[in-house]
């Protein structure tokens, strides 16, 4: 079991990782202020990762993408992939994930742009709104994002 304290804007998050009866799944606790909490099972093969971007706080596991609540009455908000994520960043038009073999680009929890890579991601940077990305190979991609599309 693993537990982490996230501190976003004025609220405190503490997330709880414990191992589900499937090893291969965890379960996954946010609880806000101390007070109200929520829980999801997620694939439990890699580590649970936090992020932050504007008013946006998020987690996000092996294959799922979860949207903070900030409030009491607010749901936890879950996007699921097919692949494992590696890095996700909030952009303007949505969300821009870093997936083992390939990045999408998600507007309104939909998929509007696909790139396919060649190899693994071995790093992922998105800076100056360029998404950087070095694969296994050494190839280097940057991609910038233009409306729906990915633009490389």
Known sequence: MTDETFVFRDRVYEVRVSPAEDLRTAVVTVTLDGRFEW????????????????????????????????????????????????????????????????????VDEVETARVELGDVVEVARWEGGVLQVRDAAGEILELRVDGARLIA
């Open 39 to 106: 829980s999801l099972t997620a694939p439990g093969w890699r580590a649970v990762s936090l992020g932050a971007s504007g008013e946006i706080g998020y987690l996000w596991s092996a294959r799922q993408l979860a949207v903070l609540p900030h409030a009491a009455e607010a749901e936890l908000q879950v996007i699921s992939v097919d692949e494992d994520l590696l890095s996700v960043f909030r952009v303007d038009e949505g969300w821009l994930l870093v997936c083992e073999t390939s990045i999408r680009l998600l």
